[in-house]
């Protein structure tokens, strides 16, 4: 199963300048929680906006520069050059996570089964935006609202859609 996993705001924006244009700590405990123990699959910039490699996943980094497996001193990785690559190298019996950025979600969106989906409330200028999520092939099974407060400066919904 792929599903693409993103916070992104009401316009669509997932972030500026390779960094999230918001902070949600309830948001990035959810990201943890269902990624831990699993494949997922990044482009190169997505990758090297993380201070080191993210625990406990495996890390498939999709990128266009040759040798770039040689500069990535880390066994939780691996490096292809194409969506279809990147999802050849999961386990098909497993969950498997798109984590970004935009123009990753854009190639891996007619390939995805689910899409875990944190909608912050509010429009963002941003560079880097998540693909418009059709209703004709996509049903929203599950909502939960997360009012702001002292440690969330916005409202956020995550949702839930599957594939019709």
């Not at 490699?53 to 500069?71: D, G, S, V, W």
């Not at 990535?72 to 999802?87: G, H, L, P």
């Not at 409202?155 to 599957?162: G, R």
């Amino acid at each position: 199963m792929i599903t693409l996993i993103a916070a992104a705001a009401e316009n669509n924006a997932l972030g500026k300048n390779n960094e999230l244009v918001w902070h949600l700590p309830d948001d990035f405990k959810r990201f943890k929680q269902l990624t831990s123990g699993h494949f997922i699959i990044m482009g190169r910039k997505t990758f090297e906006s993380f201070p080191k490699p993210l625990p406990n996943r495996t890390h498939i980094i999709i990128t266009r520069q040759k040798y770039y497996a040689e500069k990535i001193n880390s066994d939780s990785c691996i490096v292809v050059d194409s969506i279809e690559d990147a999802i050849a190298k999961t386990n098909s019996n497993d969950e498997n996570f798109i984590i970004g950025g935009g123009e990753i979600y854009k190639l891996s969106l007619p390939f995805a089964d689910k899409i875990e989906l944190t909608r912050v409330h509010g429009t963002f200028d941003a560079d880097a935006f998540f693909p418009e999520i059709d209703k004709n092939n996509w049903n929203l099974v599950n909502e939960e609202y997360h009012p702001k407060d002292e440690k969330h400066n916005f409202d956020f919904t995550y949702q839930t859609f599957l594939r019709k």
